[in-house]
């Protein structure tokens, strides 16, 4: 690849890109909910949220300064990223608080790159970061199913024409805005019943002596906001 192919490369990827005519973008949200709300779909459609929580988990360790042992993902959907450093402390913290977060964090930070045109870049940022988790990933299922998403989202920003490529990363963002929010639902629930007494929020409280509620209230909080903030840019509102 000579330096004028390289060169059309870097343009096609920060270049902008038209987004889909309003109609299409209310077909990528029904798609979206139609993968989240009905429980046949969620089971199978939940572990790309889990790539996403555990993911956050990942990214925020690192960040904090903690050392990142591995990441596990599991076929029920459930995941557990280990990470090695002070066993309390702000690090600790943030690591702990970003897997709830996380999807509807990066579906914002999608939404506001597609209102700006910017659907390629979108596509290769979450393809690179697919890319630098598998390396993290220690089981075979994990890797298979990050492999089998990064490849997906590869074939499409590079063999998939501006108008897929658009309808992709539209149908993408909206599911993890949507997608952000039932787990939250769900991990209240169950704390209602007596269940996941080892959750997120329920670690959060032990570090920071903060009711468990007040962290799920964040959670909601965030993931809420999110899918609000995120779908009235989507839509244009």
Known sequence: MDSTDL??????????QPAPEQWLVVVTATAALIAVVPNVLWRLSRNTITIAHEGGHGLVALLSGRQLAGIRLHSDTSGLTVSRGKPTGIGMVLTAAAG??????????GAWLLVEGRITLLLWLATALLAVMLVTIRNVYGALTVILTGSLFL???WLASPAWQSLFAYSVVWF???GGVRPVFELQSKRRRGGAPDSD??????????????WLFLFHAVSLCSLIGGGRWLLGL
């Open 201 to 214: 929020a329920d670690q959060l409280s032990r570090l920071t002596d903060v009711p468990a509620a007040l």
């Open 100 to 109: 709830y977060t996380a999807p509807s964090l990066l579906g914002l930070g």
């Open 7 to 16: 060169g059309n490369l870097w343009d096609r990827v920060v270049g902008t």
């Open 176 to 178: 993890l805005l949507m």
């Open 155 to 157: 074939l499409v920003s």
